[in-house]
């Protein structure tokens, strides 16, 4: 995950850190992403949770928790408008790319072996280097 620190900047990067849902999930829903990269870092964040649309990227690190990543917290996250979604699938060694949220839903899902790179950005990331 160190590429993903130093792509982005460790001010803009959230481990573990809640995060806020579309309006109609907040009441059942609290999630806490592996990894939450900010658009830009605000003050504001330290009173409150940045939204899905003040962020860039969320990545979900997947070994025991595959069919809820794939389903519930996609869902989730595709509603609150958060523009691409990372699921890191251990057990498979692939990556998951969620993107082009619309109306509550992914359009655009790809799965990416250990041996492939992922565009993001301007950057190409070796997905070996996001698995351990």
Do not use: C
Request: net charge negative; aromatic share 6%; glycine share 4%.
């Amino acid at each position: 995950m160190q590429i993903v620190l130093h792509i982005f900047g460790a001010e803009r990067i959230q481990i573990q850190s809640p995060v806020e849902v579309a309006n109609p999930d907040r009441k059942s829903n609290f999630l806490e992403p592996d990894i939450a990269v900010l658009k830009e870092n605000s003050p504001d964040y330290e009173t409150r949770h940045p939204q899905g649309s003040e962020l860039l990227l969320i990545v979900e690190v997947a070994e025991t928790s595959l069919s809820r990543d794939t389903t519930t917290k996609r869902d989730l996250y595709a509603r609150a408008g958060v523009p691409e979604y990372w699921v890191l699938d251990l057990e498979s060694r692939r990556v998951v790319v969620h993107s082009a949220p619309a109306e509550g839903q992914y359009t655009q899902i790809s799965e990416l072996k250990d041996n492939e790179s992922l565009a993001f950005e301007s950057h190409s990331i070796p997905v070996a280097q996001l698995l351990p």
